[in-house]
């Protein structure tokens, strides 16, 4: 298969932990996935989000891969597989796939820096694509993020309050249909939305297999779905109940 990434873009995210790569999203793809993710947030009601972490002041979905063709489509994107592969190596698969919007002016979105890898167990490897659908400034709250920390010690184990500014941090402002491309142990953080209108992101992510998925993923694909992924079913990680099984 052809390459997307270049050297100097791996060599990039290799010094720095992070890649942005603008121009992945058409106009088109995104109105049907801005469409997609509100018909689904209106749909779900007080129930959104749910399956995961409700985070107070962000609107909030989870679980999506199965939840509509687009979101699907956006889990098997050409580019994000083959830097999450470059990342994990072949064998990875699904961890997570949420909608995040901060709702404007309400400032407790403003999430402490953090890796995402020392959220879970065992992780040996993690990767995070942030999906820009609307452009991210510095006013509506692009994720900060700290070039190069993905080789220093996780926030937690140093940090007296990570929510405060951190030496060296940056915010990946970028337009929309960027892909923001994240090493599991990289700090990086969501932000408050300070303008008037949305900043909806989605976020995938993938992990080795020894990873448990935030919530029930195998279990939520349907045979139809399966029969669509194809090949791209190595992707989905065992169930719940059986890292649950696991640890008993
Ligand atoms: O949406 C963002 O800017 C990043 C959010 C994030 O890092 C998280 O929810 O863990």
Not at 3 to 13: D, G, L, P
Not at 74 to 100: S, T, V, Y
Not at 202 to 207: D, M, Q, R, S, V
């Amino acid at each position: 298969m052809r390459e997307m990434i270049s050297e100097q873009q791996w060599t990039f995210y290799q010094k720095n932990g992070y890649l942005v790569v603008e121009n992945i999203l058409s106009k088109q793809r995104l109105e049907i996935l801005h469409e997609a993710l509100e018909k689904r947030y209106r749909l779900e009601g007080n129930k959104a989000g749910e399956e995961g972490s409700n985070i107070q002041g962000v609107r909030r979905l989870c679980n999506l891969i199965a939840k509509d063709r687009a979101f699907e489509k956006l889990a098997i994107e050409p580019i994000a597989l083959e830097m999450a592969k470059r990342a994990i190596g072949d064998d990875m698969r699904w961890q997570a796939m949420n909608f995040h919007d901060p709702i404007p002016s309400d400032p407790r979105p403003h999430q402490a820096i953090h890796a995402d890898r020392s959220f879970f167990k065992n992780c040996t490897a993690y990767f995070n694509v942030v999906w820009a659908l609307d452009d991210m400034t510095e006013q509506n709250g692009a994720t900060r993020l700290v070039p190069g920390s993905h080789n220093q010690p996780w926030p937690k184990d140093v940090l007296t309050d990570a929510k405060e500014t951190v030496e060296g941090e940056i915010y990946a402002t970028c337009p929309a249909g960027t892909a923001i491309f994240l090493h599991g142990d990289v700090w990086h953080g969501g932000r408050a939305n300070h303008s008037t209108s949305p900043r909806r992101v989605i976020h995938l992510g993938y992990c080795s297999p020894n990873t448990a998925p935030q919530y029930e993923i195998a279990n939520s694909l349907t045979p139809e779905v399966r029969q669509r992924l194809g090949a791209h079913c190595t992707l989905i990680p065992n169930t719940l109940a059986s890292f649950n099984q696991e640890e008993q």
